[in-house]
């Protein structure tokens, strides 16, 4: 992630593994060396029980932030991770940002529903806020209000995580329809990033079944890793820590790490292809003949060297 990117993971579903991919999509990225912001966004506060943020760790929540009460800065919460990193220019304990949530932001709804560009909260604090994360990563609520619609008009791409199974095809055009209108109306650049299969059984043949339909409705926007089904992954929120911490040797690990180096691939190859589409046409045209050129004396080198005496 070279510039801040701002990821919403949304799911109308709950138990699909949303802040599950959060988490460990969170650290799986800081052992790759980006440095994360993770968002609670959801009422149910899973994401802060499930790094075991304690409430005297809890300087304040996003509520108060979206209500202008606490900066950004006021309520990050650091929390390390078992994993260590080794790099050219660092090196020592992983860590992530956190901003936590509670039952209080339930209440958002209602108290936030005269408020005037009551959609954008969210996003003018986090664009007001110059950290030092390289990506952040918001859980939204499963469910299309406002503050899922918040989270969408904050983001610059979308991720879905669905299970394989026919329900989760149904839902996700619902989905797709709420994108599309936040883009349209308040957020023209939001993408969908990608869709994770989680809770996947390839020896099932259901399961096998919804990826390909996926695959073949979607083309390339489904990730190829999958997350498979894994009891690592559902036993490491009760000791507050992401699957490499707990299991690093795990299907659970495996699959996520592998997901994103898929992810920043992604957006590198993303990157190349928006440099090359905001390059002067001039410029553009002087590298296609550079490129006839040589080519035209490689012939010429060639004709030279086969033409008899």
Do not use: W
């Not at 209440?107 to 959609?119: F, I, P, S, W, Y």
């Not at 009891?231 to 795990?250: H, K, N, V």
């Amino acid at each position: 992630m070279r510039k801040t990117e701002t990821v919403a993971f949304l799911s109308q579903k709950g138990g699909v593994g949303k802040t599950t991919s959060v988490v460990n999509i969170g650290a799986g990225l800081a052992i790759l060396g980006e440095r994360v912001l993770l968002i609670d966004f959801d009422p149910q506060a899973h994401l802060t029980h499930s790094l075991r943020i304690l409430d005297h760790e809890v300087r304040g929540t996003i509520y108060e932030v979206i209500r202008g009460e606490a900066s950004v800065e006021d309520v990050v919460v650091r929390r390390r991770l078992g994993a260590k990193i080794r790099f050219a220019d660092r090196e020592g304990e992983l860590s992530v940002g956190v901003i936590p949530s509670n039952l209080s932001l339930a209440g958002a709804e209602a108290t936030l529903a005269n408020v005037r560009g009551k959609e954008c909260l969210l996003r003018d604090v986090l664009a007001e806020y110059s950290g030092e994360f390289d990506g952040i990563l918001i859980d939204c609520p499963p469910s299309l209000g406002l503050l899922a619609v918040n989270a969408l008009v904050a983001a610059t791409k979308v991720v879905i995580p669905v299970q394989a199974e026919y329900l989760a095809l149904e839902s996700l055009d619902k989905l797709e329809h709420m994108i599309d209108v936040v883009r349209k109306r308040l957020n023209p650049g939001l993408e969908l990033a990608g869709i994770i299969v989680t809770r996947y059984d390839g020896r099932k043949i259901l399961n096998r079944e919804i990826v390909a339909e996926l695959q073949e409705k979607l083309g390339g926007v489904p990730f190829e890793t999958t997350i498979r089904e894994n009891i690592a992954l559902a036993e490491a929120p009760r000791c507050g820590a992401d699957i490499f911490t707990y299991r690093p040797r795990s299907h659970g690990a495996e699959d996520y790490l592998h997901l994103c180096e898929e992810i920043l691939h992604r957006n590198r190859k993303q990157d190349e292809q928006k440099n090359e589409n905001i390059r002067p046409p001039d410029e553009q045209q002087v590298s296609e003949g550079e490129r006839a050129g040589e080519h035209k004396t490689k012939e010429e080198e060639t004709g030279d060297e086969t033409t008899p005496e």
